[in-house]
C-alpha cells in the first residue's frame, strides 16, 4: 500500500509539474496531428475507388509520411519521401519477380534500395523510405504490381494538395512565435535584473554568463527560423503571392536582434552601477521588461504594440537628455536606455523619423503602424480591401496612366515616321 501510495503521490506531482508542457505540445501539434489524419484518410479512399483490386496501404502511409514534418519542410519532405517510395517499389517488385518473398530476397530488396538511393546522393529519409517500402513489398505483397506505385503517387499528391494549396505554412505567424519567444526571454532577463538592482544584489559573472546564454538561445532560434521561411518562401506555393508581409516581417527579426543586444548592454551596465543609481534605474528596468512582456503576449494587435511603446517611452524619457555626472558608466547606461526604447519603436512600426522626435518629446505620442496581415492562402495575392471611392480613383488612376503611355506611344511612332520621310526624301 505504500508502494501504491508513493506511486500515485509522484504520478500527480509529475502530472502537475508536466501538464503544462504537455497542454502546449498538444495545441502546438492538434492542426498537424488533423491534417495527417485527413490526409491518411483521403488518401486511401482515393487509391481504393482508383484502383480496387487489392488493398491500398501505401497510399495512407505516404500521405502520413509525407506530413510528418515540420510545416516549412512539409513540401520538400513529401517529394523526398516520393523519391524513396518510388524506389522501394521498383526495387522491391522486381525482387518479387526475380528472387521470391523470402529472406533471401528480403535482404536483397533492402541492400538494393538502399545502395540505389546512396548512389543517387539523397537524403537520410530517403534511404530509409526506399528500404522501408521494399521491404513491405517483399513482405507483405503476393505477387508483382505496379499498383502499390500508384498508392504511392496518390498518396504524396494529397500531401502535396494539402501542405502547398489548402493549408500552406504561414510564414508570417510562424516568425512571430519565434519573435514571441525572444521578446519574452528579453523580458525576463530584463524583470530579473530589475528586482536585483531594486534589493542592491551584487550579480556575479555566472549570472551574467547564464543570462547571455538564455537569451542566446531564443535568438539562435529566430535567425534559424527566419533561414527555414526564406527556404519555405523558395520551394513553396507562397512566391506565388504577395511577398511584401513576409519581407517586412523579415526586416523586423533584424531590429529584433539589435534590440536584444541592447537588452543585455542594459543589464550589464546597470548592474555595475553603484548602491544610489541602481535603486534609481530598478524601476525604469521594470518597466521595460513589462512593455517587452507586452509585446511578447500579443504581437498582432496594434492596440498591444502601442501600450508597450507607450510603457517603454514612459520609462526612457527621464533618462534621455545628458546625464549631469561624465562618469563613462553613468553615459554608457544612460546610452543603453536609448537604445533599448530606440529598438522597442521600431521593431513595434514606429517611423524611423519619429523615434527621435518621441525620445526628445517633440512628439507626445508616437502612433504605431498596424502589423502586417496575412491570409491563410499565402498564394492568392493579398491587398488590402479598399472602399468604392478609392477603387474608383484608383482605377481613373490607372486609366489615365494608360491613356497618356497611349499617347506617349502614337507620338513617338508619329515622329518616327517624319523621320522615315525626311531620310528617304534626301
Known amino acids: 500500500m505504500r508502494l501504491l501510495g508513493a506511486l500515485l503521490h509522484a ?67 513529401a517529394v523526398r519521401l ?34 540505389r538511393a546512396i548512389v543517387v546522393n539523397f537524403a537520410r529519409l530517403v534511404i530509409g523510405q526506399a528500404a522501408v517500402s521494399a521491404m513491405l513489398i517483399v513482405t507483405f505483397a ?24 489548402l493549408f500552406p505554412v504561414r510564414v508570417v505567424a510562424i516568425l512571430r512565435r519565434a519573435e514571441a519567444e525572444a521578446l519574452a526571454e528579453m523580458a525576463r532577463m530584463l524583470d530579473d535584473t530589475g528586482h536585483a538592482l531594486a534589493r542592491d544584489d551584487d550579480v556575479s559573472a555566472e549570472e551574467t554568463v547564464d543570462r547571455l546564454g538564455g537569451l542566446s538561445k531564443p535568438i539562435s532560434n529566430l535567425t534559424q527560423t527566419r533561414e527555414s521561411s526564406r527556404h519555405t518562401v523558395r520551394s513553396s506555393t507562397i512566391r506565388w503571392g504577395d511577398l511584401e508581409p513576409i519581407t ?52 498582432n494587435n496594434r492596440a498591444t504594440r502601442q501600450r508597450a511603446v507607450d510603457r517603454a517611452l514612459e520609462a526612457a524619457r527621464p533618462f534621455g537628455g545628458r546625464p549631469s555626472d561624465d562618469d563613462p558608466l553613468t553615459v554608457s547606461t544612460h546610452l543603453a536606455v536609448l537604445l ?57 488612376t490607372r486609366l489615365s496612366e494608360f491613356v497618356s503611355r497611349e499617347e506617349d506611344r502614337k507620338e513617338a511612332e508619329a515622329e518616327s515616321r517624319r523621320d522615315r520621310q525626311q531620310r528617304n526624301v534626301q
Open 11 to 77: 504520478g500527480r506531482r509529475w502530472l502537475t509539474s508536466e501538464l503544462p508542457a504537455v497542454r502546449d505540445r498538444l495545441s502546438e501539434n492538434f492542426w498537424p496531428v488533423v491534417h495527417a489524419v485527413v490526409a491518411g484518410t483521403v488518401a486511401w479512399l482515393l487509391a481504393k475507388n482508383l484502383t480496387a483490386t487489392h488493398d491500398p496501404f501505401f497510399a495512407p502511409i505516404a500521405a502520413v509520411i509525407a506530413l510528418n514534418a515540420s510545416a516549412s519542410e512539409r513540401g520538400a519532405n
Open 82 to 115: 516520393l523519391l524513396g517510395v518510388v524506389i522501394g517499389i521498383l526495387v522491391g517488385e522486381l525482387t518479387l519477380a526475380l528472387v521470391g518473398a523470402n529472406y533471401r530476397g528480403l535482404a536483397t530488396a533492402i541492400g538494393v534500395a538502399m545502395i
Open 142 to 165: 503476393e505477387e508483382a504490381s505496379l499498383h502499390r506505385l500508384a498508392d504511392a503517387l496518390i498518396g504524396a499528391g494529397v500531401a502535396l494538395v494539402i501542405s502547398q494549396l
Open 248 to 299: 517586412r516581417e523579415d526586416e523586423h527579426v533584424d531590429r529584433l536582434v539589435y534590440l536584444g543586444e541592447s537588452c543585455l548592454t542594459l543589464a550589464r551596465t546597470t548592474a555595475a552601477m553603484s548602491t544610489e543609481e541602481r535603486h534609481r534605474f530598478a524601476p525604469m528596468v521594470c518597466e521595460i521588461a513589462a512593455s517587452l512582456d507586452m509585446l511578447a503576449k500579443d504581437l
Open 340 to 396: 533599448v526604447a530606440t529598438d522597442i519603436m521600431l521593431f513595434a512600426g514606429i517611423d524611423p523619423q519619429d523615434v527621435q522626435g518621441a525620445l526628445e518629446e517633440d512628439i507626445d505620442r508616437p502612433r504605431v503602424t498596424r502589423p502586417v496581415a496575412v491570409p491563410w492562402l499565402p498564394w492568392v495575392s493579398w491587398r488590402p480591401q479598399l472602399s468604392m471611392q478609392a477603387r474608383v480613383r484608383k482605377w481613373r
